[in-house]
């Protein structure tokens, strides 16, 4: 729905409560059979880029069920193979006279085994009046009457909810990104949040890789297949990795890297990016990149980075 989306706005900061702490972001313990977030709250103060944010962690999502179903969602979910249970629902007052179960339904899962959080998205009035605005869309529940009535109406509608909120957010500060990163810290797990670096190793001949965020081109690294008893070898044998390091260039680009890409990955991490990919290449995507890609990923995951190595052209020749 466009009223959810969060134009651009200042610094973050959540209204938080001693019924609002978030909750570790950890799975469940072992013993407890899945996990369920509920989210409801203000049309227009971002339930669904919350939902959206669960939705890229892997959490199950359904928009806009009649809280009736949840339960029966749970027990589907409970019986699915392969895939952890949790899961998140969307529910609002478009689900009409079902919407006032939601009371129920809450203290009904909070009664079984279920880990279960309540987030109640909230908004000022001149933030909400604003987005609706900026998408001229009339507000779900204004009727005849403007926006602002609308919005008055659903909050009192919604009151007693924000009352039995676990987590309750006021996006009136928040952008798109930063309502995100909320979510990501509150419901990911530690590795779900962090910044995974692919390094990935390529070929200039058979073309730059399209997903790169970063390209390095190694050409003036001397060249292994011109060495006889290195031309039949790979990147990844040891034989090849000393000559291309022991290269005085060489080395120097390799223990200088981590210090030139780490403030850009601390940026990425504050801008709510959590996929990279930073790519090395050489000539034909054998010897030097191979080489240089596995000594790049090796420090990167020294200093603490999650990363994965990958190489495109190895074996193309």
């Known amino acids: 729905m466009a009223s959810e989306e969060i134009p651009g706005a200042s610094a973050p900061s959540a209204e938080v409560g001693p019924q609002d702490a978030p909750h570790a972001a950890d799975s469940p313990p072992p013993d407890v059979p899945g996990d369920v977030v509920v989210i409801t709250g203000l049309a227009g103060a971002g339930r669904e880029t919350a939902a959206h944010a669960l939705e890229d962690l892997g959490w199950y999502v359904v928009y806009n069920i009649a809280p009736q179903l949840i339960p029966e969602l749970s027990d589907l979910q409970q019986q699915a193979e392969g895939r952890p249970n949790r899961f998140a629902v969307v529910v609002d007052p478009r689900s009409g006279p079902f919407f006032s179960e939601l009371s129920r339904v809450i203290a009904q899962l909070r009664s079984s085994e279920m880990r279960v959080r309540l987030v109640f998205l909230t908004a000022d009035e001149d933030t909400l009046v604003r987005r609706f605005d900026s998408v001229r ?31 309750v957010i006021d996006t009136s500060p928040l952008n798109v990104h930063q309502l995100t990163m909320k979510m990501r810290t509150t419901f990911g797990s530690h590795s779900e949040q962090a910044l995974t670096v692919n390094v990935m190793s390529f070929g200039f001949k058979y ?3 399209i997903e790169a965020d970063h390209v390095s081109d190694v050409r003036f690294i001397p060249n292994p297949y011109w060495v006889p008893e290195l031309k039949a070898l790979r990147g990844t044998d040891d034989a090849v990795a000393a000559f291309v390091l022991a290269d005085p260039n060489g080395a120097e680009f390799a223990s200088r890297y981590l210090e030139m890409i780490r403030p850009v990955l601390r940026g990425y991490s504050n801008e709510n990016k959590h996929f990279t990919t930073i790519a090395i290449g050489c000539t034909g995507g054998k010897h ?26 190895l074996g193309r020749e």
């Open 207 to 209: 073309g730059i890789p």
């Open 288 to 313: 030097r990149s191979v080489a240089m890609a596995e000594k790049i990923g090796e420090d990167l995951r020294e200093a603490g980075f999650a990363v994965r190595v990958r190489h495109r052209d």
């Open 137 to 167: 869309r009339p507000h779900p529940l204004q009727g005849e009457e403007g926006v602002l009535e609308g919005i008055r109406r659903e909050r009192e509608m919604l009151a007693p909810y924000r009352r039995l909120a676990d987590i």
